[in-house]
């Protein structure tokens, strides 16, 4: 039972660099989305996509850029990468059916420093 | 739009001691309201859920939480916590909205739940 897969674990990155953090779900759940995590800040939506070709921004989209060529991968994007994006980027999905009442499955995690 | 504030960002208690953790939201529509459990260098998962029905609702591990409409909160309880208890712990809401909120969720701050032997 492999779930919600992220990759990598752990990265450190300089200012003005690019990084995908990959997301994969053996689920075969539509709803896909991506959050970031900072400390007594709970967690921020940042994009979020309802099926394969289809994804729209969250609450702090700023600086990232997602794609959604499959049911399974949902990769996020950093292009320049900021000190401010220094972050835990959780990963999760869940079962469209019953619309919104369904839980999120969470990966866990990628810990992302930008120096 | 939602908001969720958690009143407590830690917790200390002592093993068998009872907990509250507390969850109030603000909606100008009807939510759904979740807690998750995070424990060390892990993803979260759902621990409990109020959907509608009975407003207690109780989870496997010993957890429950009651939905007050009136108080819009949702509190968190146990009445004797242990060891492996110690996580960090999320109230979040989503918007019952007919599956058009797609199941975005807005979440909490956090509490850290520390139980000491």
């Known amino acids: 039972n492999a779930g919600v897969t992220q990759t990598p674990k752990f990265r450190i990155l300089k200012i003005g660099q690019s990084m995908t953090l990959q997301c994969t779900q053996d689920?075969?759940?539509?709803?896909m989305y991506w959050y970031r995590q900072d400390p007594g800040m709970g967690l921020k939506l940042i994009y979020y996509?309802?099926?394969?070709?289809?994804?729209d921004k969250g609450e702090v989209p700023n600086g990232y850029n997602v794609s959604r060529s499959t049911t399974e991968d949902f990769p996020l994007r950093l292009e320049l990468a900021a000190p401010s994006q220094t972050s835990v980027y959780f990963c999760?999905?869940?079962?469209?059916?019953?619309?919104?009442?369904?839980?999120?499955?969470f990966g866990d995690g990628t810990r992302l420093s930008i120096l | 739009a939602q908001s969720v504030t958690q009143l407590d960002s830690q917790v200390p208690v002592f093993e068998e001691a009872p907990v509250e953790l507390r969850c109030n939201y603000s909606?100008?529509?009807?939510?759904?309201l979740f807690w998750y459990v995070q424990y060390p260098n892990q993803g979260l998962q759902l621990l409990l859920k109020?959907?509608?029905?009975?407003?207690l609702v109780e989870s496997i591990n010993g957890f429950e939480a009651e939905f007050n409409k009136s108080q819009t909160s949702f509190h968190l309880r146990k009445p004797s916590v242990h060891i492996s208890d110690t996580a960090e712990y999320f109230c979040?809401?989503?918007?019952?909205?007919?599956?058009?909120?797609?199941?975005?969720?807005?979440f909490g701050q956090g509490t850290i739940l520390t139980v000491h032997p």
């Open positions: 999760a999905s869940s079962y469209s059916g019953q619309g919104a009442t369904q839980p999120q499955h």
């Open positions: 109020y959907l509608s029905g009975s407003t």
């Open positions: 996509s309802v099926g394969a070709g289809i994804t």
């Open positions: 689920m075969n759940h539509n709803y």
């Open positions: 979040a809401v989503t918007p019952n909205a007919g599956g058009t909120s797609y199941g975005k969720l807005t």
């Open positions: 909606s100008s529509v009807s939510v759904y």
